[in-house]
């Protein structure tokens, strides 16, 4: 069975500083991984994916993440915060070759963006 | 294309009356999905559907909880009777599935709907 262990619940970073959320995934097969962003009293939507190819994957709002095969890590990162990025981030592995579509998530890391 | 739709946005409610949430997912995902929100438990999935019929339901909390998909554009959650611990956020998220070849298994959320339960 597929997990996804997010190690940090909550992260406090000031404005500008940089920032790594790390998301950790245990599978026997190959996967897909997502990281997913949550604003205050809003719906989950797509940060970035990765699904084959390149392992540093860009997405939206200028985050990064790095899928490594060996450490079954992919790791969420951005050079410089904005208050604005303060939010809820979700990691997600689904199976790659399997019929499941679901997706499983971890547990979720608040970023906290202070000025 | 107008996104997963959900409705009510808000409701509040008594305990003991019943409560139904509806969700129009994208139109030719072939997958639903049904989940919980709240502060303690963090996302929680609920059911899944796979082409309207219903794959795990495994996180349904108890039997005060149904869910149905009577076709591909609409499903529904209900909670009967409603207890105050059910009150959170809950979401509905279509997902093309694996045969999605751009978007494999990504999922496309609602913006939820916040249920309270006096």
């Known amino acids: 069975a597929q997990s996804v262990t997010q190690l940090d619940s909550q992260v406090p970073v000031f404005e500008e500083a940089p920032v790594e959320l790390r998301c950790n995934y245990s599978?026997?097969?190959?996967?897909?991984l997502f990281w997913y962003v949550q604003y205050p009293n809003q719906g989950l939507q797509l940060l970035l994916k990765?699904?084959?190819?390149?392992?540093l994957v860009k997405g939206i709002n200028g985050f990064e993440a790095e899928f490594n095969k060996s450490q079954t890590s992919f790791h969420l990162r951005k050079p410089s915060v904005h208050i604005s990025d303060t939010a809820e981030y979700f990691c997600?592995?689904?199976?790659?070759?399997?019929?499941?579509?679901?997706?499983?998530f971890g547990k979720g890391t608040k970023l906290s963006v202070k000025p | 294309d107008a996104g997963v739709i959900q409705s009510p946005r808000h409701e509040v409610t008594e305990m003991g009356q019943e409560v139904t949430l509806r969700c129009k997912p994208i139109?030719?995902?072939?997958?639903l999905f049904w989940y919980r929100q709240t502060m303690m438990r963090g996302l929680e999935l609920l059911i899944y559907?796979?082409?309207?019929?219903?794959?795990?339901d495994s996180g349904m909390p108890e039997d005060r909880f149904s869910a149905k998909m009577p076709n591909a554009s609409f499903s529904t959650l209900k909670i009967q009777p409603s207890e105050p611990r059910d009150s959170a956020v809950y979401f509905c998220?279509?997902?093309?599935?694996?045969?999605?070849?751009?978007?494999?298994?990504?999922?496309?959320f609602g913006p939820g709907t916040r249920l309270t339960v006096l």
């Open positions: 990765y699904l084959s190819g390149s392992t």
């Open positions: 559907f796979n082409n309207n019929v219903p794959i795990d």
């Open positions: 997600a592995v689904s199976d790659k070759g399997g019929s499941q579509g679901n997706l499983i």
């Open positions: 599978s026997s097969v190959s996967v897909y």
């Open positions: 998220a279509s997902s093309p599935g694996t045969g999605g070849v751009m978007r494999p298994n990504e999922q496309f």
């Open positions: 139109s030719g995902h072939d997958y």
